[in-house]
């Protein structure tokens, strides 16, 4: 494991997030920032709007920025839903919103090009992470300054992941011991993995508001100034 200072961890410069939260997927909802989610996975698409900029096939892609579309997609093939067209009695790709590109079109055209090589929803050339299918809020508190902040994090990120979502409220995170109940977090652990419990569902059993109670990760410094 390499360190930074007194503090052993991953290089942040060139760490790669493997969860993205359906709300942070919402943020980029721009043609000039465009994120979707379909089949457990994140795309950020804006290469593909760019590319296709003022073409009409892009509107409904545009449409649906910032959201989920798996409902666009046969789970098991992992390709976009077919159904027989009424027109050709031909098996064809079912757009409800209007044809997008990469489709081919309903009937011959002089017009429709397909050199474009692997459309864009095949591979993984716009992927960017996985989407967290289960989030939970967690607070965390710097000992040092009192500062407080609640963040929401992917059940499955472990708690290098967390820190690094936390890098924007404190730069020299790194260089905190982090501590849950007294003892000393594992960094390479999700929260569950690190003793604290997910009980969403215990409060919705009881009919109880969630919000109520937060579970805090404290931060204790380690007089060294690692900034990341």
Not at 148 to 155: D, F, K, M, S
Not at 176 to 199: F, H, R, S, V
């Amino acid at each position: 494991m390499p360190s930074r200072g007194l503090v052993a961890g991953p290089n942040f410069e060139y760490f790669q997030r493997r969860y993205f939260t359906p709300a942070e997927v919402a943020q980029h909802n721009q043609p000039e920032d465009l994120w979707v989610s379909y089949l457990g996975n994140v795309y950020n698409l804006t290469p593909l709007a760019q590319e296709y900029k003022g073409d009409l096939l892009l509107k409904p892609i545009v449409e649906v920025a910032g959201q989920d579309i798996s409902h666009w997609f046969d789970p098991k093939t992992r390709d976009i839903r077919k159904h027989i067209d009424p027109l050709t009695g031909s098996l064809r790709y079912r757009t409800p919103r209007g044809r997008f590109l990469h489709v081919p079109p309903q009937l011959p055209r002089s017009d429709w090009a397909n050199d474009f090589g692997t459309p864009w929803w095949q591979g993984s050339r716009y992927e960017v992470g996985r989407l967290s299918s289960k989030t939970r809020n967690i607070r965390i508190i710097n000992t040092l300054t009192s500062q407080e902040h609640t963040l929401e994090v992917g059940a499955l990120e472990s708690m290098w992941e967390i820190l690094h979502r936390y890098l924007p409220y404190n730069a020299h995170a790194a260089s905190y011991t982090w501590k849950y109940d007294g003892k000393n977090l594992n960094m390479d652990y999700t929260l569950e993995e690190n003793g604290i419990q997910d009980q969403q569902e215990e409060f919705d059993y009881l009919n109880m508001d969630s919000t109520l109670y937060t579970p805090a990760v404290l931060l204790y410094f380690n007089d060294d100034l690692t900034e990341l």
